[in-house]
């Protein structure tokens, strides 16, 4: 059975918001990627959310709200959260915060943490559903649980099929990469997944050095950010990085000016110009139009790693780990 898919207009973000309201599984679209939103205070469909995606129940979920006021009740602020929060929000930022003692957040959605993931998304269709909601609304991206991100509605249909009730189909994610993933639980702030902000944006705004959390390789016992398992994102071909020549049935990844690497079965390029941005947007829509039988592997030109290329390497390296 297919999904039920509807574009966003007043009906759909209304019929949205009562589906949630009734503890139903809605997928929407942000900046960044689509998440698969239910109400955050209500156990059974946050439970809903772990067994639609078959994601492992220790790894906890993002909080989604419209305003930085409906974290009153949910977080205890600090003055870095504050200053984050008025510089970036609404945006690709998800900062980790104390959870208040009588939050009424589901405590599935965080994992038994005593601490929150919250982040107000600035996509205007998943503004509209967070204000006609109401409630804080759990969302991870909306895919089954370690492939690839979805950052269009027939992603997420392809992914999840009728394990939601109702797609709000919203165009593509313009971001392309999740959220920056910013811990400021615990006296030293660092970044645990880098994404839609940069460390250098952050580090700008906060006028100190913001370390970037390096994840165990293969170790899965509580790594700090549960979600920073080393193989993530996983297309179903073996993906090799910085590819310097290409193999007859393999399909080439390539970024910027690549005429002079030749061969190769199929290839698609991230930014023909180079541009970081352009090539986060496309990163997950090429990876899975490449991620086919009919090659042997997909071989990734190098990245820099910079800006928003740090974000776009660790997403690939994730995919290389089999
Ligand atoms: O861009 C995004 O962030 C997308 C859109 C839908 O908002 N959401 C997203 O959610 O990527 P998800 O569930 O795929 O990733 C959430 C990340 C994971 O790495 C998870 O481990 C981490 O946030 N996380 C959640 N709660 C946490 C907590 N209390 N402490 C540390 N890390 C946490
Ligand atoms: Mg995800």
Same mark, same amino acid.
């Given at each position: 059975m297919n999904p039920l898919v509807l574009p966003v207009d007043e009906n759909s973000i209304a019929r949205a918001a009562a589906l949630l309201r009734e503890g139903k599984l809605v997928a929407f679209p942000t900046e960044t990627v689509y998440g698969l939103g239910?109400?955050?205070?209500?156990g059974p469909a946050v439970a809903a959310i772990y067994a639609a995606k078959g994601r492992p129940s220790f790894n906890p979920l993002i909080i989604h709200v419209a305003?930085?006021?409906?974290?009153d009740n949910l977080i205890e602020w600090n003055d870095t959260a504050r200053l984050l929060a008025s510089s970036l929000?609404? #945006?690709?930022l998800t900062l980790i915060l104390p959870r208040k003692n009588?939050?009424?957040?589901?405590?599935l959605a965080s994992a038994g943490l005593d601490t929150l993931a919250v982040r107000i998304p600035s996509h205007p269709a998943a503004q509209k559903l967070l204000r006609a909601v109401n409630l804080p609304i759990a969302a991870p991206s909306a895919n089954a649980s370690g492939k690839l991100s979805p950052t269009t509605p027939i992603h997420v249909a392809e992914s999840l099929g009728n394990k939601v009730d109702l797609i709000l189909a919203g165009?593509?994610?313009?971001? #392309?990469v999740e959220s920056t993933v910013v811990n400021l639980a615990s006296p030293q702030p660092s970044i645990l997944r880098p994404g839609g902000v940069t460390q250098e944006q952050l580090e700008m705004i906060l006028g100190y050095k913001l370390p970037l959390y390096d994840a165990p390789a293969e170790s899965t016992d509580a790594p700090p950010s549960p979600g920073m398992l080393a193989s993530h994102y996983a297309p179903h071909l073996p993906v090799r990085l910085n590819a310097e020549n290409i193999g007859d049935r393999e399909a080439y990844l390539a970024f910027g000016p690549d005429s002079f690497v030749k061969g190769g079965a199929a290839r698609l390029n991230l930014s023909p110009q180079g541009d970081l941005s352009e090539a986060a947007a496309n990163l997950f829509a090429m990876l899975r139009e490449l991620d086919k039988p009919i090659y042997s592997g997909i071989a990734v030109a190098p990245i820099p790693n910079t800006g928003l290329g740090v974000a776009i390497n660790d997403r690939l390296s994730r995919a290389a780990v089999r």
């Open positions: 239910a109400d955050a205070t209500n305003e930085p006021r409906a974290l929000w609404p #945006g690709p009588d939050s009424p957040i589901s405590l165009g593509r994610s313009q971001i #392309g």
